[in-house]
């Protein structure tokens, strides 16, 4: 298939008018291959968030950032970054399709991106003679081929953001899959976007360590069809190793639903268990709160609603229960999420809603605790 003989047509995404080849498109899900260059509107959101990520790091950086837009397809994503972002940098776009190069020259030309340049490379070729500031890697499907590449190109301090769109090996589809590629056993279960995430995570924070270099885990979240992390990346073995000590397992107990993480995988039966995967932070709060200071792209309710969410969790500790678990548990009605997270923290425990599910709650109360706090009946006094 090729773009000359395809119809292209405009479209609009954040400040960019770019060319696509025409098609079927989706406003949810992986978005369908039927044409010479690839472009899912779906993904317009996680593209939001890739602007508002790198606007901060211009600013932090406080030099020129080189950039990498490394599996462009259309080059959106990069467009986007000249057309959105404020400050000193610079863009190579690219894709190893001959097409979707040639259409990333014409969407750089007539956008007028004069800090952008074109790249037809193989990724990996690529990564293994340049470097860069910021990386960014978008396939189809696992991202695990170029994690090795990328996480010593990133330079130090800078950033790698990864898509990964193999939900369901990581989610437990299937264990050999996910042992096979990320070394790690998934497990399947309500949580099992988070420990999904958490394997990958882990996985390059461990990919990371091998070169004697830390990927510290900014922002990690599951959206749908994807998974997408941010790592800052940083020389040095003692950080590594620092990282390391936050990779472990998650378990589940077949019998009672409770779970937990530790770090170690030896869990006897009616114990159920997932990883190695990464048990520290999903979010840096710290990089949360910069990002989301005041700016134009907060007024998008979407972004300000998931940012709010991020925020509330990023202090909570790792896995969730879901309303609808508890409620088969307990055998009580399915409490409404708001309502639980206030009886939780006015019990003194820890309690946030969480991204990966409208009916998840996330607190450190033990499940015996969570029981009791569901069967309380409710004071009259207080109606
Ligand atoms: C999911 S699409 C990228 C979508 C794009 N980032 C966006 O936001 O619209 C994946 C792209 O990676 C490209 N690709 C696949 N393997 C590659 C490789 N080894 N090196 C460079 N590009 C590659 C494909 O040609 C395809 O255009």
């Known amino acids: ?199 990958f995570a882990g996985y390059v924070v461990r990919t990371a360590a091998k070169y004697d270099r830390a990927a510290r885990p900014l922002l990690c979240y599951a959206d749908g069809h994807y998974m997408r992390c941010y790592f800052e990346i940083l020389d040095g073995a003692k950080r590594a190793d620092a990282l390391l000590l936050e990779m472990g397992y998650a378990h589940l107990n077949m019998e009672t639903r409770a779970r937990k993480i530790s770090s170690v995988s030896s869990c006897r039966k009616p114990w159920k268990s997932a990883g190695p995967l990464w048990i520290g932070k999903m979010f840096d709060a710290e990089f949360l709160e910069t990002i989301s200071e005041p700016r134009e792209m907060m007024e998008k309710k979407d972004v300000a609603r998931l940012f709010s969410i991020w925020k509330e969790e990023a202090d909570a500790p790792p896995l969730y229960y879901t309303t609808a678990e508890l409620s088969s548990v307990f055998r009580v009605d399915p409490p409404p999420v708001l309502e639980l997270i206030d009886k939780l923290r006015s019990n003194g425990f820890f309690a946030s809603k969480t991204h990966f599910s409208p009916m998840g709650v996330k607190t450190d109360a033990p499940l015996e605790k969570i029981g009791k706090i569901l069967r309380q009946k409710p004071n009259r006094n207080q109606a």
């Open 1 to 199: 298939m090729s773009t000359d003989s395809h119809e292209l047509v405009e479209i609009s995404e954040g400040k960019a008018k770019i060319l696509v080849p025409k098609s079927e498109r989706k406003s949810k899900g992986p978005g369908k291959i039927d044409a010479p260059v690839f472009y899912n509107p779906a993904m317009a959101h996680n593209r939001d968030i890739s602007v508002i990520v790198l606007q901060a790091f211009v600013e932090l950086r406080g030099r020129r950032v080189d950039v990498l837009d490394g599996m462009a397809a259309s080059g959106v994503r990069g467009i986007r970054f000249c057309k959105e972002i404020e400050g000193d940098f610079s863009v190579t776009i690219n894709d190893w399709s001959e097409e979707s190069h040639s259409l990333i020259q014409k969407n750089i030309e007539r956008s007028w991106c004069s800090n952008a340049v074109a790249s037809n490379r193989d990724l990996n070729n690529l990564l293994g003679e340049k470097s860069f500031d910021y990386i960014d890697i978008d396939p189809f499907g696992t991202a695990v081929p170029f994690i090795d590449n990328a996480v010593r190109a990133v330079r130090h301090k800078g950033i790698l953001a990864i898509t990964t769109t193999d939900t369901a090996t990581l989610c437990g589809s299937g264990a050999l899959p996910c042992i096979r590629r990320y070394g790690a056993k998934p497990m399947q279960c309500d949580f099992m976007h988070e420990v999904g995430l958490r394997i």
